[in-house]
């Protein structure tokens, strides 16, 4: 597939990239495996930098202005990751033998491999995530200590928008505002991770900062749905991100010369983040084409955002790892939840060819049973 896509960039240099960028394969396992677009590619090759740990990367200045406005939030910090994001967060919020309130189908909670407790001394408290990705607010109220010496002390409340085990579910400004309500009252803080946070500003069709604007910290990732290589941008207030600065410091991810990371950030800013619509077009498509075959059923009718989730009839006698060994053999690459439900992620480097193929393999792999 030669990349001709709309924001992915073009003239001579695109032309003589699309070998690094030609996606032959189909890849629905994450929007993770997101290549870099042509444009992004440039990018980096021209960026301006320096050492940012010394605060004189002016490409990651750049983006961390850029990513703070989007936010209509005062400072932002450029970390390695989501989970870096959301680690450093945790540590700048909280003291050891704290507790932070969340999900328990959160990625903080059960995919960031424990981090907040083995590295920050924090206790989590976890609390069921509704199947629409929220936290019932009676379960938050309920979950908020007393001040007793026997318990640890509740300092942050933690969301996720879109809500990735949820189905790519998204949590509306208002559901925002109501969690915020409550923090105040208490005088906890609140994080969202937000690293598919533009997805849902393109769902709800609002500004990004309407769904940032209750919460005293995000973070969001360049390297999902926005095609970045790397990177994921934590923001909040000026005084908090100071701390956040000396947190990724202490967990190595003060980086140097990392203006060649953020020229492909600032490019997924302001080039990505308005294709994210035809993402969720194709996984809606997707997902009626897959709801079609008997043997399977979605969890979410229709997907949320960018991401089918579905079941397989244990009683058509295939399982996942069939599913997966049948259509890796046509070049599609998939992942598996247990033996019988699957998350598949549509992004920029699927287009309608792709999904047809995908509809077309499952059809195969399903009635070959
Ligand atoms: N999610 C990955 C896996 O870790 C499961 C994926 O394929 O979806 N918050 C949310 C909501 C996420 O989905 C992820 C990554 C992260 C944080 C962590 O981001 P990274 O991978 O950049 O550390």
């Known amino acids: ?51 940012d740990v010394f605060g004189d990367d002016p490409t990651v200045l750049r983006l961390e202005k850029l990513a703070a406005e989007r936010m209509a939030m005062p400072a932002a910090v450029f970390v390695a990751s989501g989970t870096m994001g959301n680690l450093a967060a945790v540590l700048s919020h909280c003291q050891r033998g704290d507790e932070i309130i969340l999900g328990d189908k959160s990625h903080t909670y059960l995919y960031e491999a424990g981090g907040v407790s083995a590295l920050g001394g924090v206790h989590t408290r976890a609390i069921p995530n509704q199947a629409d990705g929220t936290l019932r607010l009676e379960d938050i109220q309920a979950a908020i200590r007393a001040d007793d010496e026997h318990f640890p002390i509740s300092r942050l409340i933690v969301l996720e928008n879109t809500h990735n085990s949820s189905g790519g579910a998204v949590l509306t400004p208002d559901y925002m505002d109501s969690v915020s309500a409550i923090a105040k009252e208490h005088g906890l803080k609140l994080h969202l991770d937000g690293a598919r946070i533009f997805n849902a500003s393109a769902v709800l069709r609002v500004p990004v900062s309407a ?44 980086m140097r010369q990392a203006g060649i990371l953020a020229a492909a950030g600032i490019v997924a800013l302001d080039k990505m983040v308005d294709l994210l619509s035809e993402d969720h077009a194709r996984a809606r498509r997707l ?56 998350r598949l992620v549509v992004h920029y480097w699927i287009d309608e060819a792709a999904i047809d193929r995908v509809i077309q393999g499952f059809a195969r792999a399903t009635v070959a049973s």
Request: charged share 25%; net charge negative; proline share 6%.
């Open 211 to 254: 769904l940032a604007e209750s919460v005293d910290s995000v973070t969001f990732c360049l390297s999902k749905g926005l095609c970045a290589p790397v990177g994921s941008v934590l923001c909040g207030a000026e005084e908090f991100i100071q701390r956040a600065r000396r947190a990724r410091k202490q967990l190595g991810g003060g």
């Open 287 to 342: 997902a009626e084409g897959l709801q079609a075959l008997p043997a399977i059923s979605l969890e979410q009718d229709p997907p949320p955002s960018n991401m089918v989730y579905l079941k397989l009839d244990p009683k058509a006698g295939i399982t996942t790892s069939d599913i997966i060994q049948r259509l890796g053999k046509d070049g599609i690459k998939l992942i598996a939840r247990d033996e019988y439900r699957m």
């Open 1 to 51: 597939m030669p990349d001709t896509k709309q924001g992915a960039g073009s003239g001579a240099w695109g032309a003589e990239s699309d070998q690094q960028t030609d996606m032959n394969w189909i890849d629905l396992r994450s929007d993770t495996v997101t290549h870099p677009t042509p444009e992004m590619r440039q990018a980096m090759a021209q960026a301006e930098v320096g050492d």
